[in-house]
């Protein structure tokens, strides 16, 4: 059987608990308490998904390895997620803005990575890799409901005010650039390519294109030109805003290693 290396299994892990970690953030935070409920319900599914990956991938490793140690005690140039999941949630903040935190940001995020994500599970839920093929099929449930919550607030700020479509449409251009990184494979992609066990994702772009465009469409909102660097977070190399997140999400495990509760 086919087996997605294990470097493969840590990527779609990290992507999944630093996105969560960023989502996490809201929590007691949110614009209304239904969404402070709904985004702490998609950080779950998030840390549901990198916990089931960590297993997997620890499972393979062998020699001791745990999710908590592949979660806590990593650094950050061992972490392979895209750049965009470890960005802040805030852009160009408005002068008057009450919080270091913009909601529109968050939205337009979580909307461009799920609507990558409903595909790549639904490719992987058909991998030869009986192990990884179960765990798409879970996640994909969930990454569908994160697309529709994400597109829904999206629609909601770009056809709504003045103010929401300027926001969402500055969250939108702050963003959609770092999308290019889904398209550059990795040497660790290029191996689980080669696997057989993994998904190309280049494949999956005109599929991405088209969910992009429709809702776009929809919101109101203009698809912005992508041109200069492309960020390569899944090769290790990572803005300056990781090291602060996991040093947040890492130092109650560093302090007390070993430690049960």
Excluded at 126 to 132: A, E, G
Aim: one cysteine or more; hydrophobic letters at 45%; aromatic letters at 8%.
């Amino acid at each position: 059987m086919s087996k997605a290396p294990v470097e493969y299994l840590l990527h779609l892990a990290d992507n999944a608990v630093v996105l969560g970690q960023r989502d996490a953030e809201w929590c007691g935070h949110g614009p209304i308490l239904e969404e402070d409920l709904a985004l702490a319900n998609v950080s779950l599914d998030l840390i549901g998904q990198a916990r089931l990956l960590y297993q997997l991938a620890a499972a393979r490793m062998g020699n001791g390895a745990t999710e908590d140690a592949l979660a806590y005690f990593r650094d950050d140039k061992d972490f392979l997620n895209y750049t965009l999941v470890e960005l802040p949630n805030h852009g160009a903040l408005v002068g008057y803005a009450a919080a270091d935190r913009d909601y529109a940001t968050t939205i337009v995020r979580n909307f461009l990575y799920s609507a990558l994500m409903v595909l790549v599970w639904d490719a992987l839920q058909k991998s030869p890799d009986s192990d990884l093929a179960a765990i798409a099929a879970k996640s994909l449930k969930e990454a569908r409901y994160h697309l529709h919550h994400a597109a829904d607030w999206l629609v909601k700020f770009g056809d709504g005010t003045e103010e929401s479509h300027a926001r969402a449409q500055a969250a939108l251009d702050h963003l959609f650039r770092y999308t290019e990184e889904f398209w550059t494979p990795s040497a660790v992609e290029d191996a689980a390519i080669a696997s057989g066990a993994a998904v190309d994702v280049r494949t999956l772009r005109a599929a991405w294109d088209a969910i992009i465009a429709d809702t776009l469409a929809e919101a109101t909102l203009k698809r912005p030109e992508v041109r200069g660097y492309i960020p390569e977070g899944k090769h290790g190399r990572h803005s300056e805003h990781l090291s602060y997140l996991l040093g947040e999400m890492q130092g109650l495990a560093r302090a007390h290693p070993g430690a049960t509760w």
